[in-house]
């Protein structure tokens, strides 16, 4: 438990330490939200005609109102977590892959839910908007980066238990 809780700090630190850092900003962070932008103004558009995107705002051509996805909008924090998590867990590589594969693919599946629901939240009332915004949905996708940690725990397999010295019992296998 205590190598757990130490890589786990670690790589949070380092990790968050690097996502601020100028260029990973630069050439990392901003495109990958201008991504973001672009992938919610597709999934609008196949509803809604008249959505633009330009970098990582999201604007409806008609009412002029806009969204910015800013840092912490972005899923980037819930995906660090996660990594953090998985990565610090001791587990085969394949296995720590899969999981945040499938992890980041979760995370920014929600997040996609949440761009799209507070764009049109903002257009209906801002006292929606923020309260969404600032309180249930930054809460759901930390929750959503714990929940896809607790599943791969769970789908994780079976390590042969040790004996009380420490050695695997007979005829265990370890992988």
């Known amino acids: 438990m205590w190598r757990f809780s130490i890589v786990f700090v670690v790589l949070i630190l380092a990790l968050f330490t690097i996502e601020v850092l100028q260029p990973v900003q630069d050439h990392v962070i901003l495109p990958f939200t201008a991504g973001i932008a672009n ?20 604007r409806d051509a008609q009412s002029g109102f806009a969204v910015s996805i800013e840092p912490g909008c972005n899923g980037v924090e819930a995906l660090i ?18 999981g945040f594969g499938i992890g980041f693919v979760a995370i ?26 600032l309180y249930l949905w930054q ?10 940690w607790l599943i791969w725990l769970r789908m ?3 390590t042969p238990s ?9 005829g265990a296998v370890s992988g």
């Open 39 to 58: 992938v919610s103004v597709f999934l609008i558009e196949l509803f809604d005609d008249g959505v633009i995107s330009a970098g990582k705002v999201i």
């Open 81 to 98: 977590i996660l990594f953090a998590a998985i990565f610090a867990f001791p587990a085969p590589l394949k296995h720590k892959l899969i």
């Open 108 to 133: 920014q599946s929600l997040n996609l839910v949440r761009i799209i629901s507070l764009f049109y939240m903002g257009q209906w009332s801002m006292t929606w908007f923020n309260w969404f915004h």
């Open 139 to 148: 809460a759901l996708i930390i929750l959503d980066a714990l929940v896809v």
């Open 156 to 158: 994780l397999p079976a």
């Open 162 to 170: 040790k004996n009380n010295d420490g050695n695997a019992p007979a």
